[in-house]
């Protein structure tokens, strides 16, 4: 399975970007998909996750500003990023499960900056 993630760049802060991630390789759907972060020196952290049927968990500092979001018929995730702030920089990283292995995308990168 191969996830492949688009949509990154820089962004004025109170921007919004559009994160889209794709797996291929399979013809199963993926079961929880969802969005990881990491600065350097810092362990890469949770920011929004999606089951198959539509359940969604955002991390705290996200809520009310990102949206996620899967199409089961390809096999996407999105993250739609609003009001974005400098402490929202980062690496970020599409992740996928199936039959309880993790897959992860290469990461795009976000930076929040004037």
């Known amino acids: 399975v191969y996830l492949v993630e688009s949509g990154g760049g820089l962004v004025q802060p109170g921007g919004s970007l559009r994160l889209s991630c794709a797996a291929s390789g399979t013809i199963r759907r993926l079961n929880n998909m969802g969005w990881y972060r990491q600065v350097p020196g810092k362990q890469r952290e949770l920011v929004a996750t999606?089951?198959?049927?539509?359940?969604?968990n955002y991390a705290d500092s996200v809520k009310g500003r990102f949206t996620i979001s899967r199409d089961n018929t390809k096999n996407a995730v999105s993250l739609q990023m609003n009001s974005l702030k400098p402490e929202d920089t980062a690496v970020y990283y599409c992740?996928?499960?199936?039959?309880?292995?993790?897959?992860w995308g290469q990461g795009t990168q976000v930076t929040v900056s004037s």
């Open positions: 999606i089951t198959s049927a539509g359940t969604t």
């Open positions: 992740r996928g499960t199936l039959w309880g292995v993790d897959y």
